[in-house]
């Protein structure tokens, strides 16, 4: 009874600290996307924010502007997802198929390269900024990352775990290789690459962490990345800060989340608008 009377109080307190960081940023009138992006931030406290699929709140996701405008904001990382093509080739792109941010239809997977490259992104914010976009190759994406010196956080949306081997050949001709971070929610793929690169940092996707995923990550050098909206997340975290374990959540759009998250020791933090 005192034990399970113990936990309860735990969960009030944490939703009546984050009711209050809630009121104290309404009260200081701050927005979504500001400068101001939380609490924590004044105080200089170590945090990291991701772009995600670029800063895709002003452009369309996986693009060429979604990252430039990225790496402009000053963001630590860019996150984008890439899929290999009919022949071979790796293109950003989040679903199987291209029919949603493109004029075209089917599967990435059934296109080689030079067909996806016909077909014209017609969708996502601030598209009428852009005609004429295409979706970019993964080498347009690291050389973007290069270029502003953020870190290329490369989430595997696609292929096989031989496919691996491609994949880490273009990383790998870049500079940006030096401190990528490769991110999955298919074990088989991301165990492949850690089998195939001891050092490279690896990020374990999840919506709901479990104990044998905290071991998995243990055992494989590996952080986890959750869904910071999954309420039973947080009893996992301190078992997994325990072992050393790198924590990141997505896809993390309200301010006071920021710092309700940085109370369990989470550093990372993946937005779609949040500026650094």
């Not at 979604?66 to 000053?74: H, P, Q």
């Not at 074990?187 to 690896?202: A, S, Y």
């Not at 962490?209 to 996992?236: C, P, Q, S, V």
């Amino acid at each position: 009874m005192k034990i399970r009377t113990r936990k309860t109080l735990t969960a009030v307190a944490c939703v009546i600290v984050f009711l209050s960081l809630c009121v104290a940023y309404l009260g200081l009138g701050w927005q979504t996307v500001s400068e101001n992006r939380c609490l924590a931030g004044l105080f200089n406290t170590e945090l990291y924010f991701t772009a995600h699929r670029g800063l895709s709140a002003v452009a369309p996701e996986n693009t060429v502007p979604a990252i430039e405008a990225a790496g402009k904001a000053g963001y630590y990382a860019a996150e984008f997802d890439i899929m290999p093509t009919k022949d071979g080739q790796w293109i950003l792109n989040h679903d199987d198929t291209v029919d949603k941010m493109t004029d075209g239809e089917g599967e990435v997977s059934s296109f080689t390269y030079d067909e996806l490259r016909t077909l014209t992104v017609d969708n996502g914010n601030g598209i009428e900024n852009y005609p004429d976009l295409r979706l970019p190759t993964f080498e347009n994406a690291l050389e973007l990352c290069n270029e502003y010196g953020m870190r290329a956080m490369v989430e595997v949306k696609g292929g096989t775990p031989e496919d691996m081997q491609s994949m880490l050949g273009v990383l790998q001709s870049f500079p940006a290789y030096e401190t990528a971070i490769v991110i999955d929610f298919d074990k088989d793929r991301i165990v492949k690459v850690r089998e195939l690169d001891k050092d490279i940092e690896l990020w374990y996707l999840l919506n709901h962490i479990t104990e044998n995923d905290i071991a998995f990550a243990a055992e494989n050098n590996m952080g986890l990345a959750f869904n910071f909206g999954n309420a039973d997340n947080y009893k996992m975290l301190k078992s997994a800060r325990e072992q050393g374990i790198t924590l990141a959540a997505w896809t993390v759009d309200f301010p006071p989340a920021v710092d309700f998250l940085h109370l369990f020791g989470v550093k990372y933090i993946t937005t779609n608008k949040i500026l650094p």
